[in-house]
């Protein structure tokens, strides 16, 4: 979603369904990204599920999108285009491909990390 | 050839060719020492310093104009007046003082001669690497007293603390540096020329080469960028600024998201006596969303994916996965639709909300090199591959019949025919020229938007 070109309609289009608690968000090391969403579009988020920490509570060896994807989808990330120049219009395929797979992988790498916590402590505190 | 071999073979140490980051960091330092070190307290020779930076012309115009400027009264340079002289003349006749600011002169003097033995052997390799030939005449220069970028320096005999200590005011020393600084500045130029000369051919290779570099990535995405603030038109500012407070954008034309203007601060007890409070505070415009917030049902449950290629089948399944091309065994777009229209992002945002989607992958690229704050350019949006598949209704199956009907085409009159079928029906436009995916659009439309 080109967010230059529609920065004026994302945050009023898209802000009920990042407000909805109904719909889980999941996103990876959201730090900069939930400010980046309120200060750009006015969006809040509610119902977030953040693989980095769930990561980090399953204090699993690394805590990086890499780690996740190569351990649970057997991908290699290319890291590349992390400073690329992301004004450029068009975005190159390349760069394309690689903005994909930040999220292409992401539903299936947290349905494992579930599965993962579904033993851990802080889960079943929440279930009871 | 280089004036460690020149030297002959007496020397078996070769003098250490500095890097460019080393020389510019040598230049820097030269130039700082040059402006802003007090070199001595007789303002004439403060003026002296000035003027070695400003080339022999100034000094002509300097030996001219100086009793005029005297009595203009803006004769001091770098801040330093009559008064600073003496007032450094009073401390100097403090001992202790005197003998600090002498070691500390001597050190510098030291540091500065040792930095113009880096600069000469710099130049003089670079001179060696670029072969003795007509070195002026290859950059369209005439040949001149010095040659280009060519620097010998003066005090490389220098050995003893008594002669750095004397050296320091010694305007042979700070000749030197401006020497120094300007044989650096032309080295830098010359690199930075060579720099440009990069050739098309070059920059495709540096764009299609696997090996290529995050700097180089960089680079070349930096030609002819024009700022999205002014080309989209951004209607309010990007603010670098981190004096004033933050304040959540919230769109007016959700006026259940506005917001809440508080009637007192919202620190209670926990506020510092020192702190400083704005003028005005706003409630969170989400805080009921997140207050009332509880965990739905299904999120709770134990999982029972069982699969080993997970429920989207894109765990370990780049065999066979419909989303990787076979050719270069990496993700294709496939699959993929690209949103830069209103309608298309409404369309989006209804169907997710009708679709009863219960998770969605997001993540967000934002450019932050030239913009304190930065602002974000893109953002990726994953959904179950069969979420929104069987809601497609309306314009957008429309849509998917004429792409389908394009794809028969050759593709590059596909996008021209999306235009047209805007113009004509007021449909909604799926660009898909350059992610080349039109044919995967009916079977997986919507699986993961981006």
């Not at chain 1, 690329?84 to 190159?92: E, G, L, M, V, Y």
């Not at chain 2, 440009?196 to 299609?208: F, P």
């Not at chain 2, 066979?320 to 993700?331: N, V």
């Not at chain 2, 830069?340 to 945002?349: H, I, K, M, Q, V």
Request: with cysteine; aromatic share 8%.
């Amino acid at each position: 979603m080109d967010t230059l070109a529609l920065r004026a309609h994302v945050g009023p289009i898209l802000a009920p369904i990042f407000a909805d608690p109904s719909i889980v968000k999941v996103m990876h090391g959201a730090d900069s990204d939930i400010p980046w969403l309120q200060r750009d579009f006015g969006i809040y988020v509610v119902n977030l599920f953040d693989t980095g920490k769930a990561a980090r509570s399953l204090s699993l060896p690394s805590f990086g999108l890499a780690y996740l994807l190569s351990n649970y989808a057997g991908v290699v990330a290319d890291k590349r285009h992390q400073l690329s120049d992301w004004r450029q219009r068009p975005i190159p395929d390349e760069m394309l491909a690689y903005a994909r797979s930040d999220t292409h992988y992401l539903l299936d790498v947290y349905d494992k990390l579930l599965q993962n916590l579904d033993e851990t402590e802080d889960v079943r505190s929440i279930r009871t | 050839m280089s004036k460690a071999i020149a030297k002959g073979t007496n020397e078996e140490k070769a003098i250490p060719t500095p890097s460019i980051q080393q020389l510019l960091s040598a230049l820097a330092m030269g130039v700082k020492s040059v402006n802003s070190f007090p070199i001595t307290s007789k303002k004439r020779g403060i003026k002296r310093l000035a003027v070695i930076q400003r080339g022999s012309a100034a000094a002509d115009e300097m030996n001219s104009s100086s009793e005029e400027e005297d009595e203009k009264g803006d004769g001091d340079y770098d801040g330093l007046n009559e008064e600073d002289d003496d007032e450094l003349a009073y401390y100097l006749a403090f001992p202790e003082f005197s003998d600090l600011v002498k070691s500390i002169k001597g050190d510098m003097s030291k540091l500065l001669v040792n930095m113009l033995d880096s600069v000469e052997a710099g130049t003089q390799s670079h001179l060696s690497s670029v072969g003795n030939g007509d070195i002026d005449g290859a950059m369209g220069r005439t040949s001149g007293v010095k040659s280009f970028g060519n620097f010998e320096n003066p005090l490389s005999s220098l050995s003893s603390r008594s002669d750095f200590d004397q050296l320091f005011e010694e305007p042979i020393l700070w000749e030197a540096c401006a020497d120094a600084c300007d044989s650096l500045v032309e080295r830098v130029e010359k690199v930075l020329s060579s720099a440009n000369e990069v050739t098309t051919a070059e920059k495709k290779s540096l764009n299609t080469t696997s090996s290529v570099s995050k700097i180089q990535t960089m680079r070349s995405s930096l030609v002819d960028m024009e700022k999205p603030q002014i080309v989209y038109g951004f209607s309010h500012r990007i603010n670098n600024a981190r004096e004033e407070p933050y304040i959540p954008l919230i769109a007016p034309s959700l006026p259940q998201y506005g917001l809440k203007k508080l009637d007192t601060h919202p620190f209670g007890d926990f506020l510092p006596h020192d702190a400083i409070l704005a003028n005005a505070y706003y409630d969170n415009p989400f805080r009921e969303e997140i207050e009332t917030f509880r965990y739905q049902p299904w999120q709770i449950l134990p999982s029972d994916i069982s699969d080993k290629h997970g429920t989207g089948r894109t765990l370990f399944s780049n065999e066979f996965s419909e989303f990787i091309d076979k050719r270069t065994g990496k993700l294709s777009m496939k699959g993929c639709i690209w949103i830069d229209g209103e309608a298309d992002l409404r369309c989006l945002a209804a169907k997710i909300q009708e679709a009863n989607v219960k998770e969605i992958a997001i993540d967000l690229e934002a450019h932050s090199w030239r913009s304190f704050s930065g602002f974000t350019c893109l953002m990726q949006i994953s959904v179950r591959p069969d979420a929104l598949r069987t809601e497609m209704s309306g314009p957008s199956d429309k849509v998917c019949l004429l792409i389908e009907f394009c794809i028969q085409m050759k593709q590059n009159i596909t996008q021209l025919v999306f235009v047209i079928v805007k113009k004509v029906f007021g449909l909604l436009r799926f660009h898909c020229g350059y992610t080349g995916v039109a044919s995967s659009c009916r079977s997986h439309t919507c699986a993961h938007l981006c």
